[in-house]
């Protein structure tokens, strides 16, 4: 019985196995729940070529700016030295790290909560002998950085705005500097689309349409998922 | 498939099939002991770091993050109140030491086995990793085996009175275990360079060198002074990325041969060193190599401590030769003087302390977090401020700046050798004859561009223009530029423009055809 037992649960356990590689060799079925997770593994999703920090502010009725991550009592520092918010990739929590710093601390009413990021070339992040030895020019004593405004929050957390990543707002551009597919783009393309191929889900909106600058001036209108 | 690198133990049980040869084979579970007692004390790491937040991170009256959110599984698994947090991860703390210990063993790491991967699911920004989920697994695989049975409490427990040394112990036929545990993190293991492999196939950036480079500038881990100073050295890392993505395919049919077998771990072994100097990983390595343990077989593990047993009589003798007092801490005997002839508690006592042990332990936990006030709250003037920011800086933060065309460039390098798609020997002097190579490294996105390079004397005259279409996907485009007589001895400057705007430019030197390079060749060479 116990060898049955036994059996049986190496044969499940392999097969969770088999069935995560699989899946991730043919890519399919890596997020269709929480346990894949567990059975994939890609440890090398890639890294960009920008690096990133966020910040989580809050506006007062004064007009004053606060930070609310980390909050004033400290962050965990994981691996390195990033707040925890820095690994929100997906935006899908900072509100309510904001929401958790308002409620544990003293503070006027607030207007509305700003995710701001910026960004800047890894070059910059070469250590300064190394950067002498690859390039005559000097390295900037201020970083070059690229801001962003990511997401919009009411006080209540009701989503104002809320923006793709930087970098995927930096390849959409890339792609609207052709002019046809930009031409094709506008003729008759709705903005979204319900995603008949991400389950039932009614929050499973797929943007479809990607940067197209119109009048000349920088316009990102292609709302994220989150 | 791992059936050849089975123990002497396993050769002489009677002919049975392949699924119970593989699985059922009995042998001293050593090296998963090695694995009860190494993981947790890794993962201690972890889970010392975070518990001073356990409230804000796993927590309703905190932030949690649950990883089933991003999978869009809301309320998948229930967040508890801030009190049960800090005491069940006070529990996980208990429980892991115990583990190591090898306290209650089964009892403790079947703890472990739930709550460890429970709160990292909590928290997919800091807390959950593929290290975690890996660490999960064996933590699993140790609870449902019988790891107690070596170098643990409970096996010093249960042989106390037996007035024996401990080596002689290692031939103690009671203590054999089917492997099938060992198995399961052996193919797991298999399991995870395979799929790891997948991703980089998967990856093309990764066969090139590229992505390695940017992961060896990225500072999200530790500190990583090689991997920022390999950078320097393209070809290096196109060929490490290769070498792994080899290794990593190929680890489940080398490692399970025995001639391959301590081959293939020591290389996994500096692999997974080399990644705490250029990536800065520190906990993902020591997982790893726990799991490596699981290869050690009962025999291997003989072997070791014969040796050992050779080094201490050796060191014993030296020291008393030497008249040395320390003699007798490595004479053989002595440990026999510490082995205990008392009669072991019954078992009820035994629960009772540990279930004693297990309440204090998390009380004190609760209280002393209690204590430290995580948010402040209970400070003499009550809650802590806000932190005020700048204004400059928040305006500077909501004024979009446009990407610049420098920042679309990574590098622009000369030199006389491309290898594998890389400029090899970054140079300034150039002899005729000779062909100069420019190579232009870009970041992505950018868009299609066009690249020009023009070829300046020293005085900033104009000797000749090329350029050609960088397309979207590239990330480094080269010019070339045959040194002949055209160009004399001398000074010139090769500037890299885009958009009519100048990016980069570099000054090198035609050096006439008997002169010697001089100093001022670029360090960043392969």
Known sequence: ?226 | MLTQHASESAIEQPRTGWWTRLFFSREVPYGLAIIRIYLPLVLLIDVLNRWRFARELFSTDGAPAPLADNFRYLNWLPVPAGTVAVAGYTALVFFLIASSLGWWTRVSLLAAAVLYPYFTLLDCMTTITKYTVISSHMLLVLALSNVGTVWSIDSRLRRRGERRLPWSLLNDDSRLCAVWPQRLIQFLLCAIYFGAAMTKLRTSSFLSGDQLRYWMLTHVNGPHPVGEYLTQFPLVLLLCALVTLVWEVVFPFVVSQPRTKWLTLGIGAVFHFMTVLTLGLFIFPQVMLAAYCSFLTDAEVQRIARFARRCRRRVAGFFHRHNLRFATWFAPGHRIATASTTAPSPWSVRAGAFAMSLAIFTLAGVELEYWMDPYGERGPNGPFPLKEMSQEKVEQLLEPVPLRQSDKFFSFDLGARVIGDHLVNYRRDFRPGETLFAQVCMNQPHEDMWLECTLADSDGKLLNRFGQVAMRESFRVYFSLPIDCALPAGEYNMVLSNAGEEIMRRRFNVLAADEKHTSSVAPAAN
């Open chain 1, 1 to 226: 019985m116990k060898r049955w037992l036994v059996s049986s649960f190496i044969a499940v356990y392999l097969g969770a196995l088999g069935f995560g590689l699989a899946c991730h060799t043919l890519g399919s079925y890596t997020g269709s729940h929480p346990l894949m997770y567990f059975v994939v593994w890609d440890m090398f999703c890639g890294w960009a070529s920008f690096a990133t920090e966020s910040h989580i502010v809050g506006e007062g009725e004064s007009g004053k700016y606060y930070e609310l991550s980390p909050g004033p009592w400290g962050d965990v520092k994981a691996w390195g030295t990033l707040d925890r918010h820095n690994f929100d990739a997906f935006n899908n929590h900072t509100c309510s790290i904001a929401h958790n710093t308002l409620r544990h601390t003293q503070h006027e009413p607030i207007t509305r909560i700003l995710v701001l990021e910026e960004h800047w070339s890894k070059k910059y992040d070469m250590p300064d002998h190394l950067w002498r030895t690859r390039f005559d020019e000097p390295k900037p004593a201020e970083i070059p950085k690229y801001s962003y405004l990511r997401a919009e929050y009411g006080p209540n957390g009701e989503i104002i705005r809320n923006h793709v990543p930087w970098l995927s707002n930096q390849f959409s551009r890339v792609m609207a500097d052709n002019p046809r597919l930009a031409a094709d783009q506008r003729r008759g393309k709705p903005l979204f689309v319900l995603d008949a191929f991400q389950g039932t889900n009614p929050s499973n909106f797929r943007p479809v349409a990607v940067f197209i600058p119109d009048d000349g001036k920088s316009r990102a209108n292609s709302p994220s998922t989150n």
